[in-house]
């Protein structure tokens, strides 16, 4: 695989969303109130819970784009995306599990910095994600993957993980078994 392919969708997509548009909200708004966010405990709570998120969410994003390269063979882009369907890891918990991953870094960076701004960022990039990837990005994975990809959407949910992970369909000649 191409590095600078993935470089460059690395850089467009979630370093543009967690890192670019909040800088430019910051700078224009001027709303960074860390430790700021309310009387104790609430003044150092929200921002330790920010770290949290941001970390968790952080090591999501890294491991599922490790994950969509490694055997996706393709990069997080819809222009670049992944010729195979990936489910190791958090996407036998969840469909989703990048998208989330920086779902948290959006929430942990308005909690961080006790920005009301950013939190209305992170609300409104969840509304698009809400509408986009039903509409869009799924269908487009029902087109390009068939049927796997059917059965994937069937068992493992778009956003709220399975406690327990699933387990992917074992092809023995043409008859399929899955187990959840």
């Not at 969509?68 to 990936?86: C, E, R, S, Y």
Request: net charge positive; proline share 8%; hydrophobic share 45%.
């Amino acid at each position: 695989m191409n590095t600078l392919k993935h470089i460059r969708a690395i850089l467009l997509l979630p370093v543009m969303v967690t890192l670019i548009i909040p800088g430019v909200i910051l700078h224009t708004t001027g709303t960074a109130n860390i430790g700021r966010a309310g009387p104790p405990p609430l003044d150092f709570m929200l921002p330790l819970l920010g770290v949290l998120l941001i970390g968790f969410g952080l090591t999501l994003v890294v491991k599922t784009n490790v994950l969509f390269i490694k055997i996706g063979k393709g990069t997080l882009a819809p222009w670049d995306a992944t010729q195979k369907l990936v489910v190791h890891g958090p996407y036998r918990y969840v469909r989703n599990p990048m998208i989330s991953g920086v779902f948290c870094i959006l929430l942990g960076e308005a909690a961080m910095l006790g920005s009301g701004p950013l939190f209305c960022w992170f609300l409104f990039f969840l509304a698009l994600n809400l509408v986009y990837t039903p509409l869009f990005e799924e269908r487009d994975l029902e087109r390009r993957l068939g049927e796997e990809y059917r059965v994937y959407k069937k068992h493992v949910p778009r956003w709220i993980p399975h406690l327990r992970p699933w387990e992917k369909p074992s092809d023995k000649g043409n008859n399929l078994t899955y187990r959840s």
